[in-house]
């Protein structure tokens, strides 16, 4: 059957012809050797943003071995049927870890619309009818915020990051990045509603940014940043000192 989405071709988040989704989930690949962590997400975009933040948290890791990704080893997508950003990501990865046997890291974020009371929110991936239609659903909501003037077209991107592990730890972090929509996209980078958000104090959309530059200001960059000494200490220890958080850096190896 033909992908149905309209926008597929050129939206880097349904490429995933590389990736086998095992059908009925409970059949996933097994994690390869030296795989410590997964990426419970199957958005490419975000993907790549994670693999980086990871790399750049935890310097020793190998991440091109001890890092995978929920399409690589054929997970399915879980359904996200929580109300909020925390109960998805909580989703997300619970699915994972159960999944892969590894402790998972998944991200639910999206774009909370001041003059929208917050859409479109947890709906952001859906907000035009189909799921990951990026191009679809930025148009939508440009064409929703037609009349609105500029002073009130403040918007912001948010993310909760949850850490899951096979043992039942679990850790969840918040980040926004507030800034103010724009009448037309700009920008070809990033993903998603980046073309449209230009963050505050900067003359540029979140598309006009170096991956770099994103993460370091992002919803997702300041979540995850939170979210990695749990991750390295899930990592390092095995275990997490419960209720509390962890750590400075030890010396114990990978
Ligand atoms: O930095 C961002 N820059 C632009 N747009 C963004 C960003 N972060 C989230 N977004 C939008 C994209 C999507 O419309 C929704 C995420 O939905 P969300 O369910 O969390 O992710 P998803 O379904 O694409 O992948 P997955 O669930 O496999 O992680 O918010
Ligand atoms: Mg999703």
Known sequence: MPDPEPDSPASPRHDRSEHAVAGDGDDPSPAPDGARLVLATHNVGKLSELRDMVAAAAPELDAQAAVVDAGSLGLVEAVEDGTTFEANALIKAR??????????????????????????????????????????????????????????????????????????????????????????????????????????????????????????????????RALMPHVLHVLRAGKPAEGSAPAGPENQPW
């Open 95 to 224: 699915a994972a870890a159960a999944a892969s046997g590894l402790p998972a890291v998944a991200d639910d974020s999206g774009l909370a619309v001041d003059v929208l009371g917050g859409a479109p929110g947890i709906f952001s991936a859906r907000w035009s009818g189909t799921h990951g239609a990026d191009r679809a659903n930025l148009k939508l909501l440009l064409a929703q915020l037609g009349d609105i003037a500029p002073e009130h077209r403040g918007a912001q991107f948010v993310c909760a990051a949850a850490l899951v592990t096979p043992d039942g730890y679990e850790h969840v972090e918040h980040g926004i990045l507030r800034g103010t929509l724009r009448t037309e996209p700009a920008g070809q980078g990033g993903f998603g509603y980046d073309p449209v958000l230009q963050p505050d104090g900067l003359d540029l959309t979140c598309a006009e940014l170096t991956a770099e530059q994103k993460n370091a200001i992002s919803h997702r960059g300041r979540a995850v």
